[in-house]
């Protein structure tokens, strides 16, 4: 009896976690699925993914009622709303490594119904959530939860079986385990060899996202993620239970050798059922599965197919790939040779030389895709990049696509002392009025300086929240989201560390978690005692004005209260320290003696010079 269930449950098992067809990181040949792998952008959203976000918004609008029904909205019928409309959510993690990946994580706590907490002021959001976006580092923390099984942060904290960094990726074990070490360099070295023996184009990406996994897919079916692919999350049985709002990774393509800007970075998106780009540039989409595979137009070029390129720590890799340059950093002494040799051929292929951020996608799946002519698609190869190298550290873009009604942004970007400015929200403002842009609204926003010295870097702001003051960016006024601007600051922690700084011990992984979680709830609640509602005001808003429906008095002052009016700040700097309510000049609340962390700078592999 027993063997029979074991024999049943490992074939459940089986059907439900698919992997790489060669078990390992290599890909391998799998028989074709039949007719074109790649399709227009213009045919809308992916099938799929709207079957996927549909099943899931009927949980999603639930957690949502039970959310604006504790937040204390006054003057409102949360069941009769919306039984009217259908208001949606979507959540963009920025840019930033560490930084980003662990404010990140507790912003997202913030919003998780299962954190344990005293104070669980925006829980349940996470759950109301139709999308997760995320770049760079916010890639690592976005791409290891659901490679994990969509965890909460306190269950990944509790089992600590991955995010242990108090050790680097490049000594992952250390001089305590050297055993353990020269194992994993040896494997890793194996792994990228046995993806370039079977015929694949190799990068630093590989080398690096496999050390990386080694720190974020530690749990995932396949020891250290060598054989778990992006899309197999879609298989994995908390996205068959729709409990994971849709996980979009971001990356910019950029060829070798030039440079891009918002105007004419190519945005692309890695879904576990695409990857590609809405942009003019390529306007195509691939099957995220059959990456690998050689394709003209769309149409395998040979009798078999590809499966196992889409490895789930390659994809976090090519999301961060400012990140490839640490693998340089490797000591070159008492590395196996084996590592060593591979070290040196990455590094000497002349792309790699000068373009060492750049992730190779061999074969380019959109050769001659659409039949268009662009320099994507006349390409052998697609080069992808880290998804903040266009300025756009927070990873807005899919969600304009996909119109949701409002969206956290949680900016954990270093403009300034390690601290966002609103550059990120900027660039994706201003690149609507490019061609790249594609005439997707984004809400006005002011520059940096007024960002800094009205305090919208220093508490939540709300952007976009009057459409009718979008009618000379689109016609579509309604399906512009809201925009809840929520920037990296202290409370109590100083979480404005290096991108570059790789290690964190618990204390400092903690503490940067912990002020993550402040910042999300407004220092858990105890700095407005509406918060709650007027995030609950921000979401239902667009349905509102959609249906013609009046705002309550108390919406209408947590808009007054949180909304940038539109003013332009042009008097004098009022200084760099935070106070609860805003900048301040005299950082009496926050300062180096009350508030630790603050000589946690990282070691700048910037400037290291190759
Ligand atoms: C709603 O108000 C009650 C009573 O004032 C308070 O205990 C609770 O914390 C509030 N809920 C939220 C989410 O702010
Ligand atoms: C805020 O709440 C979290 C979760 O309950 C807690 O860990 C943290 O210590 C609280 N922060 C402050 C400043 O009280
Ligand atoms: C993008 O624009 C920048 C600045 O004008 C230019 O240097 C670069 O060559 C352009 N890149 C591409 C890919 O067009
Ligand atoms: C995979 O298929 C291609 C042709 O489609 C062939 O050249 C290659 O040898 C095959 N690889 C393996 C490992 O069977
Ligand atoms: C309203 O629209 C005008 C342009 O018509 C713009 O300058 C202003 O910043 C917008 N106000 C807000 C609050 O977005
Ligand atoms: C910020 O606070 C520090 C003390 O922690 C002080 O040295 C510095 O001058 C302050 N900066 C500004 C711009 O007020
Ligand atoms: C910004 O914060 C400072 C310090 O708390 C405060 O003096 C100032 O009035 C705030 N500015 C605005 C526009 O709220
Ligand atoms: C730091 O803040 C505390 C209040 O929290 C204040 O007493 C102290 O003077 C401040 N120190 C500096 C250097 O600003
Ligand atoms: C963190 O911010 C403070 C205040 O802006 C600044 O003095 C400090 O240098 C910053 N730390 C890092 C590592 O950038």
Redesign the pocket.
């Known amino acids: 009896m027993k063997i029979i269930l074991l024999v049943i449950l490992s074939a459940i098992f089986k059907s439900t976690v698919a992997l790489s067809p060669t078990n390992g990181y290599q890909p391998g040949n799998v028989s074709c699925p039949g007719g074109q792998l790649t399709r227009s952008a213009s045919d809308g959203i992916n099938s799929d993914e709207q079957s996927y976000v549909d099943a899931r918004y009927t949980a999603a609008k639930q957690a949502l009622g039970d959310f604006l029904k504790k937040s204390n909205l006054s003057d409102f019928d949360v069941d009769s709303f919306l039984s009217n409309a259908n208001p949606s959510l979507g959540i963009a993690v920025s840019g930033g490594g560490f930084r980003s990946m662990f404010t990140g994580a507790g912003e997202l706590a913030a919003l998780d119904s299962r954190t344990k907490s005293d104070s669980p002021v925006l829980a349940g959001l996470l759950q109301s959530a139709s999308y997760l976006s995320a770049l760079s580092g916010g890639a690592w923390l976005v791409g290891s939860l659901v490679s994990n099984g969509f965890e909460s942060v306190d269950d990944v904290i509790s089992q600590g079986q991955i995010w242990d960094i108090d050790r680097s990726l490049i000594d992952n074990f250390g001089i305590t385990s050297p055993i353990k070490q020269t194992e994993e360099w040896i494997n890793v070295a194996q792994d990228v060899n046995a993806k370039r023996n079977a015929g694949f184009d190799v990068s630093l990406t590989d080398l690096y996202a496999r050390l990386l996994s080694y720190q974020l897919l530690t749990t995932s079916p396949q020891q250290d993620g060598n054989a778990f692919l992006w899309s197999d999350v879609a298989s994995s049985s908390s996205f068959q239970n729709h409990q994971v709002p849709f996980p979009i990774l971001v990356s910019d393509g950029r060829a070798p050798d030039s440079i891009v800007i918002n105007s004419n970075s190519t945005v692309f998106e890695l879904t576990p059922y695409e990857v590609g780009s809405w942009d003019p540039t390529l306007n195509s989409f691939v099957e995220t599965k059959y990456l690998g595979t050689s394709l003209d137009n769309g149409s395998p070029t040979e009798s078999q197919c590809v499966n196992g390129f889409d490895n789930a720590g390659f994809f976090m890799g090519t999301s961060s790939s400012l990140f490839n340059q640490v693998v340089s950093t490797l000591s070159q002494t008492g590395l196996p040779s084996i590592l060593q040799d591979l070290i040196n051929t990455l590094l000497v292929n002349p792309i790699a030389n000068t373009n060492i951020d750049i992730a190779a996608y061999n074969p380019n799946p959109f050769y001659k895709s659409q039949n268009q002519d662009t320099t994507i698609s006349k390409a052998n190869t697609l080069y992808l990049a880290d998804g903040g190298e266009d300025g756009q550290n927070v990873p807005l873009s899919p969600l304009l696509y996909r119109k949701v009604s409002a969206i956290f942004a949680f900016d954990n970007s270093n403009d300034v002392s390690n601290w966002p400015d609103g550059s990120a929200l900027i660039k994706t403002y201003e690149r609507q009025f490019s061609s790249q842009g594609n005439g997707i609204a984004f809400p006005y926003v002011p520059d940096q300086y007024t960002f800094r010295n009205l305090n919208l870097t220093s508490r939540p702001t709300f952007f976009g929240c009057d459409a009718q003051n979008l009618t000379s960016l689109t016609d579509n006024i309604y399906d512009v989201p809201l925009v809840i601007y929520i920037a990296n600051r202290p409370f109590t922690y100083w979480s404005n560390t290096s991108t570059f700084k790789l290690t964190y011990d618990d204390t400092e992984r903690q503490g940067m978690i912990a002020n993550g979680y402040e910042v999300a709830t407004r220092l858990n609640g105890t700095l407005d005692d509406e918060w709650a509602a007027c995030v609950g005001c921000a979401i239902i808003r667009r349905e509102q004005e959609r249906n013609g429906i009046e705002q309550s008095d108390q919406c209408k002052k947590c808009f007054e209260n949180y909304c940038w009016d539109g003013t332009i700040y042009t008097g004098e700097p009022l200084?760099?320290?935070f106070s609860d309510e805003g900048l301040t000049?005299?950082?009496s609340e926050f300062?180096?003696?009350n508030v630790d962390g603050i000589n946690d700078g990282g070691t700048s592999v910037l400037k290291r010079k190759l």
Request: overall charge negative; hydrophobic content about 10%.
């Open positions: 200084g760099e320290n000049n005299d950082a300062n180096s003696t």
